[in-house]
């Protein structure tokens, strides 16, 4: 009885070993050419596209990369833009904390505080004198800031004016000029 349980076992052991041998992974980086599937740790090497005539012109009736706005280096200039791009809320200053998740709110004007209380969401300012955010993966883009208090995890805050006045009391947290 023992050998047919061990037998049974280390069959399904190979057949578990087996079907995970056939997974892959995909990152999909929707501004990059398709690199097709990895697996593991791998990193697959970017393969130039040759050049057709057809390409060529496609290329020139295709948006340039936006210039970078002073402050923001080309990277975060471009996902500014397509977080601009993609609104689904402008409106001016805030007087109650935004607490919409998910969502990508641009506000115009030059605010005394601003209270975010965001999941996943992402917030475009232009300039805060005081900018408090709670929450998880949020992502805020400023001009200025007076003062930024943060105590959520996984969330970003750029900004394009002097460094300012920063708590953090939260994890994983990026909070940086540009």
């Given at each position: 009885m023992r050998a047919s349980r061990s037998s049974a076992a280390a069959a399904a052991t190979i057949v578990v070993a087996v079907l995970l041998s056939g997974c892959t992974m995909r990152i999909v980086d929707p501004t990059a050419e398709d690199a097709g599937p990895t697996?593991?740790?791998?990193?697959?090497?970017k393969t130039p596209v040759p050049?057709?005539?057809d390409a060529a012109e496609d290329d020139d009736r295709s948006?340039?990369?936006p210039a970078p706005i002073d402050g923001l280096d080309a990277e975060h200039a471009a996902?500014?833009?397509?977080?601009?791009?993609?609104?689904?809320t402008t409106m001016p200053c805030p007087t109650a904390p935004l607490?919409?998740?998910?969502?990508?709110?641009?506000?115009?004007?030059?605010?005394?505080e601003i209270r975010i209380d965001l999941d996943a969401?992402?917030?475009?300012?232009?300039?805060?004198?005081?900018?408090?955010?709670?929450?998880s993966?949020?992502?805020?883009?400023?001009?200025t800031i007076g003062d930024v208090r943060v105590s959520g995890t996984a969330n970003e805050i750029y900004w394009t004016g002097e460094t300012p006045q920063v708590t953090d009391t939260g994890?994983?947290?990026?909070?940086?000029?540009?």
């Open positions: 697996t593991g740790a791998e990193t697959p090497a050049k057709t005539p948006d340039p990369d996902h500014r833009q397509r977080l601009l791009d993609s609104a689904t607490q919409q998740d998910g969502t990508i709110i641009r506000i115009e004007g030059d605010c005394d969401g992402a917030v475009i300012v232009d300039d805060v004198s005081s900018l408090q955010l709670s929450g993966g949020t992502v805020v883009y400023a001009n994890t994983a947290n990026v909070l940086r000029r540009g």
